[in-house]
T-cell receptor, first 111, second 114 residues
Framework: DQQVKQNSPSLSVQEGRISILNCDYT??????FLWYKKYPAEGPTFLIS???IKDKNEDGRFTVFLNKSAKHLSLHIVPSQPGDSAVYFC??????????WGAGTKLIIKP | EAQVTQNPRYLITVTGKKLTVTCSQN?????MSWYRQDPGLGLRQIYY???????DKGDVPEGYKVSRKEKRNFPLILESPSPNQTSLYFC?????????????FGPGTRLTVT
């Protein structure tokens, strides 16, 4: 039973528009959430994170929103650029300090 | 350059032939971990190590062994590989075991067991 779910395997967005990637979780004890980005033939790289005591964190074009009551987080990329085409993973930290990962969403930015 | 290295990057082997995938980091990180990535399942943790000589099972440890004799190295051992261990493997490290947050990943090892 997956505790972290990314229900969209892929998402296609026009260059310059907003990309919104979603992630749902089931465990209310998760206290820290992260987004990673992965290009083909490379390992994931850290993108942005948010603590469970916050509802928003911003870093340049990337903003992560956390809705604890809905157990939902989202990553907004504005504006989307061709280099943003990648697979995006959300991950949540459990009470043992280990990360539980979603299955990933492949983002395709169309020129 | 700060990095996590894995070797080999690609490996094709046969059932039952013992193999080791090496992982090394040059950032003096305490925490290291192994993951496998399979289609539709994301990354699943195999084993992790909070520090030298301290290792613990992750979600899918069956069929794997690890050791952490030095801070920089964390090899993954498959004593008797089976086809269901065909996967993409990632090693990762982070500064501390209590703040797992930002992990640095190696480039991955694609293993095929026939």
């Amino acid at each position: 039973d997956q505790q972290v779910k990314q229900n969209s395997p892929s998402l296609s967005v026009q260059e310059g528009r907003i990309s919104i990637l979603n992630c749902d979780y089931t465990n209310s004890m998760f206290d820290y959430f992260l987004w990673y980005k992965k290009y083909p033939a490379e390992g994931p790289t850290f993108l942005i994170s948010i603590s469970s005591i916050k509802d928003k964190n911003e870093d340049g074009r990337f903003t992560v929103f956390l809705n604890k009551s809905a157990k939902h987080l989202s990553l907004h990329i504005v504006p989307s650029q061709p280099g943003d085409s990648a697979v995006y993973f959300c991950a949540a930290r459990d009470s043992n300090y280990q990360l539980i990962w979603g299955a990933g969403t492949k983002l395709i930015i169309k020129p | 350059e700060a990095q996590v290295t894995q070797n080999p990057r690609y490996l094709i082997t046969v059932t039952g032939k013992k193999l080791t995938v090496t992982c090394s980091q040059n950032m003096n990180h305490e925490y290291m971990s192994w993951y496998r990535q399979d289609p539709g399942l994301g990354l699943r943790q195999i084993y992790y190590s909070m520090n030298v000589e301290v290792t613990d099972k992750g979600d899918v440890p069956e069929g794997y062994k690890v050791s952490r004799k030095e801070k920089r190295n964390f090899p993954l051992i498959l004593e008797s590989p089976s086809p269901n261990q065909t996967s993409l493997y990632f090693c990762a490290s982070s500064l501390s075991g209590t703040f797992i947050g930002e992990q640095y990943f190696g480039p991955g090892t694609r293993l095929t067991v026939t």
